[in-house]
Each structure stands twice: as structure tokens, then as C-alpha cells.
Nanobody, 129 residues
Framework: QVQLVESGGDSVQAGGSLRLSCQAFGSMDSSWWCMGWFRQAPGKERERVAAIYRGGGSPIYVDSVKGRFTISQDRSNNTLYLQMDGLKPEDTAEYYC?????????????????????WGQGTQVTVSS
């Protein structure tokens, strides 16, 4: 069983930067693992922020973070990253790392968030104005 552990959340001023990390413990050898960052603000549904296949390829981003956030991975140590620059108060949320085995790219990039089978415990990001 794969376990995901996030870290890196913090409180920052608007315009600041943070880098989130997600360490995966367990076997994720297949290129068809879809890895993503999600966030959930109080009273709102969890949304997909960025996603990428473990095998590589072009990542996707929700429109509100394009040009500010960058998802990347280090497959040698099973770690997924989210570099967040130009943070805004509306980025405040609990951020989660999620993973799922999808051979259908549409499911990875645009499918229901509820289809993701594996989740980390979350890490809080708070951006003040």
C-alpha cells in the first residue's frame, strides 16, 4: 500500500513563495500513476490544482494558478513538488497530494477528484494580505 506524506505548508504574506513536497512511500513503479496537488478551502469542494503523470508528459494546472505554480517530481526518491510563487490570499487552503492509477489521461487531468484513491494528510497554506 502506498502512503503519501505532504510537507511545506506555512503562513506567508501575499506575493511570497512556498514549496510543497509529497513523499510517496511504497511501490509506484508504473508510468500510469497520476500524481496531483489539490486544495480545499473551508466551505468549498476539493479542487485539482495541478497534475502530472509519473511517466512524465505535460502537466496541467487550474487556470487560477497558471504562471504562478509549478508541479514537478523527483522519481528517484518518489517525491512530488509544488512550487508556489506569487501567492495570493485566495490560495489559502489545505493542500493535499493525491495519486491514482489511470491509463485514461482525461481521468487524471479532468476527471472527478473523487476518483483519486490515495491521499496524504494535507498541509495548510495561509496567505495574508
Amino acid at each position: 500500500q502506498v502512503q503519501l506524506v505532504e510537507s511545506g505548508g506555512d503562513s506567508v504574506q501575499a506575493g511570497g513563495s512556498l514549496r510543497l513536497s509529497c513523499q510517496a512511500f511504497g511501490s509506484m513503479d508504473s508510468s500510469w500513476w497520476c500524481m496531483g496537488w489539490f486544495r480545499q478551502a473551508p466551505g468549498k469542494e476539493r479542487e485539482r490544482v495541478a497534475a502530472i503523470y509519473r511517466g512524465g508528459g505535460s502537466p496541467i494546472y487550474v487556470d487560477s494558478v497558471k504562471g504562478r505554480f509549478t508541479i514537478s517530481q523527483d522519481r528517484s526518491n518518489n517525491t512530488l513538488y509544488l512550487q508556489m510563487d506569487g501567492l495570493k490570499p485566495e490560495d489559502t487552503a489545505e493542500y493535499y497530494c493525491g495519486a491514482a492509477y489511470f491509463k485514461n489521461e482525461e481521468l487524471c487531468y479532468r476527471g472527478p477528484v473523487s476518483n483519486f484513491a490515495l491521499w496524504g494528510q494535507g498541509t495548510q497554506v495561509t496567505v495574508s494580505s
